[in-house]
C-alpha cells in the first residue's frame, strides 16, 4: 500500500521547535524527489522546502535560516526540522513525494501560539 504519513505536529510556543518526520511505505523511496507544504487557515497550500534525490535541497524564503530539511533513505523517511518558529507558520505541514507520480499525506498540524 502506497502511503506517506506525518507525525511531529504540536502546540509550541513562538521561538520553540519541531521535528516532522514522514514514513513513506510502498514506494522506492530514494527515487522520489520530497517536499514539504503547508497550508495555513483560509489560504492556498504553499511550498516549504524541497530535497532531491542527490541531496539538493532549497526553501521557500520565508522559512530560509529556520527550517531543515533532510531524508533518510535506508528508514525511509523525510524530516523538517523547525527552529526558530513564529505564529505565521500555524499550519497544516503536508509531505509529497514526486517522480512519475504525485504523492500527498494527510498532513500533520502544527501551531504556534503563545
Known amino acids: 500500500q502506497v502511503q506517506l504519513v506525518e507525525s511531529g505536529g504540536g502546540l509550541v510556543q513562538p521561538g520553540g521547535s519541531l521535528r516532522l518526520s514522514c514514513a513513506a511505505s510502498g514506494i522506492i523511496f530514494s527515487v522520489y524527489n520530497m517536499d514539504w507544504y503547508r497550508q495555513a487557515p483560509g489560504k492556498q497550500r504553499e511550498f516549504v522546502a524541497r530535497?532531491?534525490?542527490?541531496?539538493?535541497?532549497n526553501y521557500a524564503n520565508s522559512v530560509k535560516g529556520r527550517f531543515t530539511i533532510a531524508r533518510d533513505n535506508a528508514k525511509n523517511t523525510l524530516f523538517l526540522q523547525m527552529n526558530s518558529l513564529k505564529a505565521e507558520d500555524t499550519a497544516v505541514y503536508y509531505c509529497?513525494?514526486?517522480?512519475?507520480?504525485?504523492?500527498w499525506g494527510q498532513g500533520t498540524q502544527v501551531t504556534v501560539s503563545s
Open positions: 530535497i532531491l534525490t542527490d541531496g539538493t535541497t
Open positions: 509529497r513525494a514526486a517522480q512519475n507520480r504525485i504523492l
